[in-house]
């Protein structure tokens, strides 16, 4: 695996949504907890509450994240993200987005509306290798 990884994981929650399943999901899949993330409280548009999750985990805590991600998924999940490695890569982040409501049940479900935003970040110094990086980061060891 890519020795320089990053992780940044972004959540909103609605006032309509457990918090806590969520954490205990982190902790259940990732080995992700409470004190991993920053959550901030604001009012939405119609001056609903909101929390944001946000965490940023780097080092082996990401290696870990990573390895935890790929083997959740499935095989033709793991080919779909190698499928879209350039469209989903911005400044040598990837950008994976999984459905909130799937995840609590402990199913890993690529969505795009409402999810749970993660970006893998890993150093890339020449454009054209992105591609190489990235499937190397999804494949199992």
Partial sequence: MVD?????IDVIIHATEDISKLLKSFEEMFELKEEDFTVNHTTGHF???ITI?????????????VGNLVKSLSNDQIKELVEEIEER???????IRLDKQEFIKGN???KE?????VKIHTPIYNKKDTVKIFSKIFQLD
Avoid: M, Y
């Avoid at 890569?89 to 950008?95: E, G, K, M, P």
């Fill in 108 to 110: 890993l479900v690529f």
């Fill in 113 to 117: 509306k409402d999810a749970i935003k």
């Fill in 53 to 65: 999750l946000n965490a940023k985990i780097e080092k082996n805590q990401a290696q870990k994240f």
């Fill in 4 to 8: 320089k990884l990053e992780v940044t």
């Fill in 89 to 95: 890569t911005v400044d040598s982040r990837f950008h």
């Fill in 47 to 49: 001056e609903n509450p």
